[in-house]
């Protein structure tokens, strides 16, 4: 029964499987962080853009 206990506790086989899903999570915190960082200035380019084209269209 101990021998069992060592060899499941030497076993790394799993390790690898944690290490990308921790890899995967931080992936996916600066995904986020980025689009969150970016988010206003696209806002304000849309509608700097909308802004143009509506008044171009009212005002031929």
């Known amino acids: 029964m101990l ?3 060592k ?3 030497m ?3 799993g390790a690898s499987a944690v ?3 921790l890899i995967i ?3 996916a915190v600066a995904i986020i962080t980025v689009m969150i960082a970016l988010g206003g200035g ?3 380019l849309f509608e700097t853009a909308n802004s ?3 008044n171009a269209a009212t005002n031929p």
Do not use: H, M, P, S
């Open 11 to 13: 076993d790394e086989e």
């Open 3 to 5: 021998e069992q206990i």
């Open 19 to 21: 290490e990308y899903g």
């Open 52 to 54: 143009a084209v509506t």
């Open 42 to 44: 696209l806002d304000n």
């Open 25 to 27: 999570g931080l992936i």
């Open 7 to 9: 060899a499941f506790l």
